[in-house]
């Protein structure tokens, strides 16, 4: 394929795209990457470097890049029927079929899809319908959601108020009304001298204490990524979802589970909640359901939620023009064939999974290395000043986005929040390519650490 020059692209892209979190100022005066093609778990940029992406994109990539399958579904789909809505009693055949699929892997009873296009919008989806769930049952009080300081939902309205970024909330007067956090599970800074699973019951307990300081007979739901990805892939102890659902049920509060990131793979299970053993009432699903190859997101809705909808909600005052698009759907059915026929789950939990999880953790290490943690092919190494102690660099994020920066340089796409470098492969990584991507962490890492003078 012929590119038009990169400094000719990049020149445009500074005059005329607005990208989204970045300082669009400093991004101009550096200069976009362009992306150019995309393999298996390695992408080219228009200077000809390939990476090898140990950030599947932005988590979502999970079957690689470059299957033709994909491309083909979308063609045929939209060659056959391009666009139908799913108002005015009317649907389309990959909309239904993939309603069903989805019932058919989601765990438990969560057996009902609203198609959104993201996972923002199926988290504003499940923050309007919980509260007319609750409404339709003689108790519109009920509709304060709780969530977790640094959780990530997305960027609309409800995403981002549901998230607990301070950083986003300053922008834009978030959150809206009925929305509270809670601190997050992370055991590596706030755990004290408690075990990783003690420190998981209190960590979950501030949820009851949040229920009861602001009134049961208040409280909608809880929602969490099961692994908290975005802050900086927080993997939460054994025991804090469980307990979380206890106390949910307790004082009959839903359980949402955001299962962006989690879903469709990435710890080895199909979702997060069989990873951790909970669960939930609701799920949001988005990235992974169809690799980024075509946005598409859903909220699965259990069978009690969906039969009060049903029999009390009346008409549904919500719905996207694109809810259900049929290309979505039968690029997200190809997705799904791909991720089942190849096995490409079994083989994260069971091979190449744990094998990326032992050469992960040997990272764990290197002086510059205060914890390495991974689950299925989800994982984080802290960065740290000190290696003995829990503790960051007073700066915030100057080593790891040089870190980020030098990886980049080896060939390694690794994302950095902070000092926190994040790893989220394709799951179709080999057992070569863990080796290659294990070997350039290092590699960059000890880059970073003699740039810091630290003696590896
Ligand atoms: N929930 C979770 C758990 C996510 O990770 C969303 C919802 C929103 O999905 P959409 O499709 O609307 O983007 C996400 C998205 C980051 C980063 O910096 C993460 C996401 C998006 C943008 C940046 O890690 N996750």
């Known amino acids: 394929m012929n590119h038009p020059d990169t400094r000719t692209l990049q020149q445009l892209d500074a005059a005329y795209h607005l990208h989204p979190f970045n300082d669009n100022a400093a991004l101009a005066q550096k200069g976009t990457r362009i992306l150019t093609r995309g393999e298996g778990a390695y992408v080219w940029?228009?200077?000809?470097?390939?990476?090898?992406?140990?950030?599947?994109?932005?988590?979502?990539?999970?079957?690689?890049?470059?299957?033709?399958?994909?491309?083909?579904?979308?063609?045929?789909?939209?060659?056959?029927?391009?666009?139908?809505?799913?108002?005015?009693?009317?649907?389309?055949?990959?909309?239904?079929?993939?309603?069903?699929?989805?019932a058919e892997l989601s765990p438990y009873d969560l057996n009902h899809a609203f198609f959104a296009n993201s996972g923002s919008e199926a988290n504003d989806t499940i923050l309007r319908m919980v509260r007319h769930f609750w409404a339709v049952q003689d108790q519109p009080q009920k509709n304060i959601f709780i969530g977790r300081y640094n959780g990530y939902h997305g960027s609309t309205v409800g995403g981002a108020s549901l998230g607990g970024f301070k950083g986003?909330?300053?922008?834009?007067?978030?959150?809206?009304?009925?929305?509270?956090?809670?601190?997050?599970?992370?055991?590596?800074?706030?755990?004290?001298?408690?075990?990783?699973?003690?420190?998981?019951?209190?960590?979950?307990?501030?949820?009851e204490a949040k229920i009861l300081e602001l009134g049961p007979e208040r409280v909608a739901a809880f929602i969490g990524e099961p692994i908290m990805g975005a802050i900086g892939v927080y993997i939460p102890p054994m025991s804090y979802w469980p307990e979380i659902e206890r106390i949910c049920r307790k004082y009959d509060v839903l359980l949402v589970a955001d299962e962006v990131i989690c879903g469709f793979g990435r710890t080895g299970e199909w979702f997060?909640?069989?990873?951790?053993?909970?669960?939930?009432?609701?799920?949001?699903?988005?990235?992974?359901?169809?690799?980024?190859?075509?946005?598409?997101?859903?909220?699965?809705?259990?069978?009690?939620?969906?039969?009060?909808?049903?029999?009390k909600g009346g008409e549904l005052n919500h719905g996207y023009t694109y809810s259900g698009h049929p290309v979505c759907c039968a690029v997200a059915l190809?997705?799904?064939?791909?991720?089942?026929?190849?096995?490409?789950?079994?083989?994260?939990?069971?091979?190449?999974?744990?094998?990326?999880?032992?050469?992960?953790?040997?990272?764990?290490?290197?002086?510059?290395?205060?914890?390495?943690?991974?689950?299925?092919?989800?994982?984080?190494?802290?960065?740290?000043?000190?290696?003995?102690?829990?503790?960051?660099?007073?700066?915030?994020?100057?080593?790891?986005?040089?870190?980020?920066?030098?990886?980049?340089?080896?060939?390694?796409?690794?994302?950095?929040?902070?000092?926190?470098?994040?790893?989220?492969?394709?799951?179709?990584?080999?057992?070569?390519?863990?080796?290659?991507?294990?070997?350039?962490?290092?590699?960059?890492?000890?880059?970073?650490?003699?740039?810091?003078?630290?003696?590896?």
């Open 168 to 207: 986003m909330h300053d922008q834009g007067g978030l959150p809206i009304a009925n929305i509270h956090h809670i601190d997050p599970p992370f055991w590596f800074i706030d755990g004290g001298d408690l075990s990783p699973e003690e420190y998981g019951l209190v960590a979950a307990r501030r949820l």
């Open 334 to 456: 190809e997705n799904i064939r791909i991720l089942q026929e190849e096995r490409i789950v079994d083989t994260c939990k069971a091979d190449t999974g744990p094998y990326l999880q032992q050469r992960w953790m040997e990272l764990g290490a290197h002086p510059l290395v205060g914890e390495a943690r991974i689950a299925g092919m989800v994982g984080a190494l802290e960065l740290v000043p000190n290696k003995p102690e829990r503790k960051n660099f007073a700066e915030r994020g100057k080593v790891g986005s040089r870190c980020r920066d030098i990886a980049l340089k080896n060939g390694l796409i690794l994302r950095a929040t902070n000092d926190t470098m994040l790893l989220s492969p394709p799951l179709i990584i080999s057992r070569a390519q863990v080796d290659e991507l294990v070997e350039k962490a290092w590699k960059s890492l000890d880059m970073t650490a003699k740039e810091l003078g630290i003696t590896c």
């Open 272 to 311: 997060g909640s069989q990873y951790f053993n909970f669960r939930p009432d609701i799920m949001t699903i988005a990235k992974g359901l169809t690799s980024g190859y075509i946005p598409l997101g859903a909220s699965m809705f259990n069978d009690r939620i969906a039969k009060v909808l049903a029999e």
């Open 45 to 102: 940029d228009a200077e000809g470097n390939k990476l090898l992406d140990g950030f599947a994109g932005l988590w979502c990539v999970n079957i690689g890049y470059g299957r033709a399958e994909m491309g083909a579904a979308a063609a045929r789909q939209m060659t056959e029927l391009a666009y139908y809505n799913s108002f005015f009693q009317c649907t389309t055949e990959p909309t239904v079929r993939l309603s069903a699929k989805l």
